[in-house]
């Protein structure tokens, strides 16, 4: 899980206009959308993504490979199908995808991470971004300091993500894009009481809500 919020906190700081001809472009895109208004024909209400490996896996796993390499490398030196589908679940309608795009901007032009990118901060920035962007609970403790276990080394990623989790603009979006639209929780347990590496790593499961066109 966490290579996929890794993965998920560097997206939505892309530049939309790299995210939309290299993630959803018709022509150019790995997870375009197609007729029926979601990625693949006949799955708009299902919450499952039943991609063939050539054309979705091998294809985004390489991308995200080559894009997020060197001193801007994943933590996870693999990324999992898991992970890989799950970004495809996350993109997976337009609905999701403009509540994404709503964010993303917000994110990138107004809030108090603003003028970061998808690349030049640390793995566990990334990591806690995208914690915050889809469970209220961990927004709270952030809010006041406690990291459970995502805690970025650098003071100033810190104090940035603290303020984001108190952001009013930030919440609103925030809740709109995975609790009041194409999410909902899967798990009742917080954040803290799921561990990933040997009890280092927290991490927390979300499911797609089904029957959304």
């Known amino acids: ?16 206009v790299t995210r939309n ?12 959308l197609q007729d029926g208004g979601c990625i693949l024909v006949g799955h708009c209400n299902t919450a ?4 063939p490996v050539e054309s979705y896996y091998n294809s985004l796993r390489d991308y995200l490979t080559l894009r997020y390499s060197g001193a801007d490398s994943l933590l996870s030196p693999v990324i999992s199908m898991f992970a890989l ?20 901007t917000y ?14 901060s640390a793995s566990l920035f990334y990591i806690a971004l995208a914690v915050l962007c889809v469970d209220m609970t961990s927004r709270a403790s952030i809010a006041d300091g406690n990291f459970l276990g995502l805690t970025p080394n650098d003071a100033a990623d810190q104090t940035a993500l603290q303020q984001l989790a108190r952001d009013a603009m930030f919440t609103q979006g925030a809740n709109a894009l995975c609790f009041q639209g194409a999410w909902q929780q899967g798990s009742d347990n ?24």
């Open 1 to 16: 899980m966490i290579d996929f919020w890794e993965i998920a906190g560097r997206i939505v700081l892309m530049d939309p």
């Open 21 to 32: 001809h290299d993630l959803y472009d018709v022509d150019t895109g790995i997870i375009p």
């Open 48 to 51: 499952s993504l039943p991609f």
């Open 85 to 104: 589908g799950e970004v495809g679940v996350m993109l997976f309608n337009q609905q999701f995808r403009d509540l994404f795009e709503s964010v993303s």
């Open 107 to 120: 994110l990138r032009t107004q809030s108090p991470i603003q003028g970061r990118r998808d690349t030049g």
């Open 190 to 213: 917080t954040l803290r009481d799921q561990l990933y590496l040997g009890g280092t790593l927290p991490f927390r499961h979300f499911r797609f809500v089904e029957g959304l066109a």
